[in-house]
Every structure is written in C-alpha cells, then in structure tokens.
C-alpha cells in the first residue's frame, strides 16, 4: 500500500541503513587498489558489521564530521547522451539524524522555482543540467539551508543496471501507470538497444506490487503522466528507492558487494574509498532507524507560477532544518 509524503515508514531491523552501509561501504572498498576478490570483500562486510554492531547505540554524531546530521544527495539526471549533465529530474536527500534515530528521504521537486547562484531564476532542474553537482548543491544550500556532505548521480541506463544487480524491484503499477511506462520504455529501447515491447508491464489495480526489472524501475520512476504530474512522480522514486534498499537487507554479503561495485563504477561521485569506514558506522549503527518520507515544496505552503512551484520560504526552510535537530 501506497503511503502519502510525510508518512512515517517504520522498517524491520537492518533495513534501509544496513543496506546503503553495504552498497555505499563496499563501493568504495571495491575502488581500492588491486581490485580484491568479491569473497574478500565479502568477509570485510561481515567484519565490519560485527564490529559496528558491537559499538551500537553508542554513536550519537557522524563519525566523519561530528555533526548530528549526515546527508547524502542523490541525483537521478535524465541525460539521453554523455555531452552533458542533464536535468536532474530526480533530486532526493537522504538524512541520518542520530539524535531523533530517522532516516529521511527528501524528494526536491524538479520544477522548484529557486535562485541559482550565479545563474539568477530558474527551475531547480536545471541547476545540474549547467553546473552539475556542485551547483545543484549549491543552490539547495543557498535557497532552502541545506547542508550537503557527499552525493552519486546516476541517469537512466546506469540506474538500471545498478536495479539489475539486485535482481529487480516490486511497486505497485497501476493499469493506467502501465500504459504510460510503455512510451518511456520505447524511449529506451530506442536509446540502448533493447526490445521495448518484451518489458511492457500488465499493471494491477488491486494494490498489489509488481516485480520490475532495472529498465521497467526507471519507466514507472519517470512517470509524471498518471495522477498529480511530478508530485505522484517524486513519490513513486521513493518507492523505487525504499524497494531498492528492502532488496539490498535481505541479499547476501557477495550480492551485496557486487551491487555496490557496480553502483560506484557506473556513479559520478564524491564518495572514495576513504569513507567507507565512516559509512559502515553510520548506516550500521541507523539500521534500527525509522524512515521518513519527506517532499518539498510542502503541501499548503507553496505558489504556483506557471510551470514552476515557488515554495513558503521561511516555512520550507524551518521544516527542513528540523532534519537536523
């Protein structure tokens, strides 16, 4: 079922955290040098979970920059060809906050009316599209006070291949989310060379999920046709992504490990292997954490004009600083 913007989600034990643990840590593991077996890597997980787990509950800061708050950004850009960035079409901030034990995923929507530092007025979408993360980072920062420690970034064809990895996600695909998923399959198909029509999906209309390949994934999390236009879409990106890391907390050590490599290889990024010890603690020690799901602009404090959405600065802002409290 389904869960509205500001929901709280509560997950089972290792759930969400403990999977972008693996998938993070074992990324940067993966770039070290000599590029170890997938067996090594492996056996550093376990290590490293066990001895996280032996300090848990006693980590109340981030062990790489004490503060109480770490935030990771998460780009999904909607770049056909490598000559340029791209819009960011999906733009979401992931949270640990260790005093109130959340995990939040922020969905910043894409036509965010903001002032682009440098650049003047324009769509939040576009701040990637000119000058890549670290304008986007930028820009959240400067408008909404949001504090950025590292990003990944990733477009259509590495998204699915990195959901591939992990052998696919569930949503609930609606008959009308279907039909719509069809065009941008073909759009795909078109782009990288695969039959559109062997990946078209039969939705249901009885709220029960349905498995999606890597391609299929990224077709339902672009959709902005069925439903409240980009709203619904921002909110089918987070079930896509709380899919993602329920797939991740059940698979084994060496899947794990290759997910992560493969999200890292194909990711552009600031994360290196120097964070993985930092990452191992943070995301073990939020593996009891409650997820949050969370969208700006907030309902009821936003204006439209024309296409772009401009948000209640003073509210926006205080709302999201209580992420960091």
């Known amino acids: 079922m389904r869960q509205g913007t500001g929901v709280l989600r509560r997950l089972a034990r290792a759930a969400a955290a403990a999977a972008l643990t693996a998938a993070f840590v074992l ?6 040098a000599g590029e170890p077996k997938l067996s090594d890597l492996a056996d550093r997980l376990q290590r490293g979970a066990a001895e996280s787990r032996a300090a848990e509950g006693t980590l109340t800061s981030d062990p790489a920059t004490g503060k109480p708050t770490y935030n990771l950004l998460l780009i999904g850009s909607d770049r056909r060809e490598k000559t340029w960035n791209g819009n960011s079409d999906a733009v979401m901030l992931v949270t640990v906050n260790y005093g109130r034990q959340t995990i939040t995923l922020t969905s910043f929507m894409r036509d965010l009316g903001v002032d682009i530092p440098g650049l003047g007025y324009g769509k939040l979408n576009s701040a990637y599209a000119r000058g890549g993360a670290a ?13 950025i420690d590292n990003y990944a970034a990733m477009d259509f064809d590495t998204t699915a291949q990195v959901i591939d990895t992990v052998g696919g996600v569930d949503a609930v695909v609606t008959t009308a989310e279907a039909e719509v998923m069809k065009s941008y399959l073909d759009e795909m198909g078109n782009l990288y060379g695969f039959n559109a029509a062997d990946l078209y999906v039969i939705g249901r209309d009885d709220g029960a999920a349905t498995h999606l390949s890597g391609f299929q994934a990224v077709a339902y999390a672009r959709n902005r046709y069925v439903g409240n236009g980009d709203f619904e879409r921002t909110q089918r990106q987070r079930e896509v992504m709380l899919s993602l890391l329920e797939k991740l907390r059940t698979a084994s050590a060496e899947q794990i490990v290759s997910a992560a490599s493969e999200a890292l290889t194909l990711s552009t990024t ?29 309902d009821g404090y936003y204006t439209s004009d024309g296409e772009n959405l401009i948000p209640d600065h003073d509210v926006t802002v205080s709302l999201l600083q209580q992420l960091y409290q």
């Open 27 to 32: 990324t940067a593991a993966g770039c070290a």
């Open 135 to 147: 304008l986007l980072e930028n820009t959240l920062t400067a408008d909404f006070g949001v504090q």
């Open 270 to 298: 600031d994360l290196s292997a120097a964070d993985a010890a930092a990452m191992a603690q943070r995301f073990i020690a939020a593996e009891d954490y409650s997820v949050v799901e969370n969208r700006v602009p907030y």
